[in-house]
T-cell receptor, first 114, second 117 residues
Framework: DQQVKQNSPSLSVQEGRISILNCDYTNSMFDYFLWYKKYPAEGPTFLISISSIKDKNEDGRFTVFLNKSAKHLSLHIVPSQPGDSAVYFCAATGDSGGAQKLVFGQGTRLTINP | DTGVSQNPRHKITKRGQNVTFRCDPISEHNRLYWYRQTLGQGPEFLTYFQNEAQLEKSRLLSDRFSAERPKGSFSTLEIQRTEQGDSAMYLC???????????????FGPGTRLTVL
């Protein structure tokens, strides 16, 4: 069963506009969420995270929103830049006292058009 | 900070052969993870070490897979009698135990791409 889902395989956005990537989860035990960016032939790079005790976390151009009741989170990138073109993975964990293994979504390929 | 490194970056082998991958975590990171990623999917958890102790293994890790982390530093992942279904990207991540109920951030290496012919 897919506990973390990214339902949009791809997204195309014009440079300078806002990119919104979405993620849904089913496991109510998840209490920490992360977004990673991945370029081809590289490992995932950590972008931003949010704890379940918050509903928003901001870092520069990146903001993550968490809606616990809907079991939904989103990543907003504004303004979008060509270098943001990559695959974005949402990940979740719910084991703060243990292994903290990450459960990933399938990824969304973001393309920023000039 | 040199980041997480993995070797080799690419490995092509014939079915039935054994392969071994190495991961060097960020220094002073006491947690080390192995994940596997297949085409079109996100990474899937395989196993986890805290220092030299292997504390959790996924059901994905069959008997043909073994991982070690001697002395709590680098780690190796060995696959015996490789099968075509083992073809994937093998990712290593490390983190520093935050403690206090906080979640640490995992930092990933570039991965080893395995192709089994």
């Amino acid at each position: 069963d897919q506990q973390v889902k990214q339902n949009s395989p791809s997204l195309s956005v014009q440079e300078g506009r806002i990119s919104i990537l979405n993620c849904d989860y089913t496991n109510s035990m998840f209490d920490y969420f992360l977004w990673y960016k991945k370029y081809p032939a590289e490992g995932p790079t950590f972008l931003i995270s949010i704890s379940s005790i918050k509903d928003k976390n901001e870092d520069g151009r990146f903001t993550v929103f968490l809606n616990k009741s809907a079991k939904h989170l989103s990543l907003h990138i504004v303004p979008s830049q060509p270098g943001d073109s990559a695959v974005y993975f949402c990940a979740a964990t719910g084991d703060s006292g243990g292994a903290q293994k990450l459960v990933f979504g399938q990824g969304t390929r973001l393309t920023i058009n000039p | 900070d040199t980041g997480v490194s993995q070797n080799p970056r690419h490995k092509i082998t014939k079915r039935g052969q054994n392969v071994t991958f190495r991961c060097d975590p960020i220094s002073e990171h006491n947690r080390l993870y192995w994940y596997r990623q297949t085409l079109g999917q996100g990474p899937e958890f395989l196993t986890y070490f805290q220092n030299e102790a292997q504390l959790e293994k996924s059901r994905l890790l069959s008997d043909r897979f073994s991982a070690e982390r001697p002395k709590g530093s680098f780690s190796t992942l060995e696959i015996q009698r490789t099968e075509q279904g083992d073809s994937a990207m093998y990712l290593c991540a490390s983190s520093r135990l935050a403690g206090g109920g906080f979640t640490d951030t995992q930092y990933f290496g570039p991965g080893t791409r395995l192709t089994v012919l």
